[in-house]
């Protein structure tokens, strides 16, 4: 089982659509005890990081995630979901994360130079770092959609795709069961597809 974690701040319909379309069900929760029994969990994310931390803190989901994390199950954060993992934002102020990957969220701003439009949002190919079970049906140049302002910095051990947006900016992290897309699977087409579908054929310990 699947668990989509609700914590107030993500957008579950266009995820369980996704996963339904590639044959496998979700679960939607904010349920301790569902996401302990889940197999594997989804963090997913839009909005503000301060707010949506302050939502996992407050309904004890932060610590949740860090237990099941630590027992080896697979976890993949979304966009915002993706940036929880790091250590801390700097998203107007600092505020902490869930520190299950080093590594912290800075503006994008700060590294593409002027011209660019913020939030960076559209098509972008990927450049592949190494290889991932995440993406082993992926290969490098393949499309996908991002919406974002913000970006994972100084976690390069642990970067397994890029794009590029007057800068290498980070697309996707790893480490070990813990992993991120900054980009959209849910709006990336067959390619997106691909990765949740790899996401659910990954063991249910790492």
Known sequence: MIALIDYGVGNLFSLTASFAAIGAS???????????????????????????AKKLRDS???DIIRQEAAQGKPIMGICLGMQLLFERSFEYGEHEGLGLI?????????????????????????????ENPLFKYVKDGDCVYFVHSYYAAN????????????APITAAVARKNVMGCQFHPEKSGKVGLSILRAFCEMEDKI
């Open 155 to 166: 976690c390069d051990d642990y970067v397994i795709a890029r794009a590029e947006y007057g």
């Open 102 to 130: 080093p590594g912290e969220v800075r503006p994008i701003s700060d590294v593409i130079g002027k011209g660019l439009k913020i939030p960076h949002i559209g098509w972008n190919p990927l450049i592949l770092n190494g």
């Open 60 to 62: 004890g989901l932060a």
């Open 26 to 52: 979700v679960t939607v929760t904010g349920d301790p005890e569902i996401i302990k029994k889940a197999d594997k969990l989804i963090l997913p994310g839009v909005g503000a990081f301060e707010d949506a």
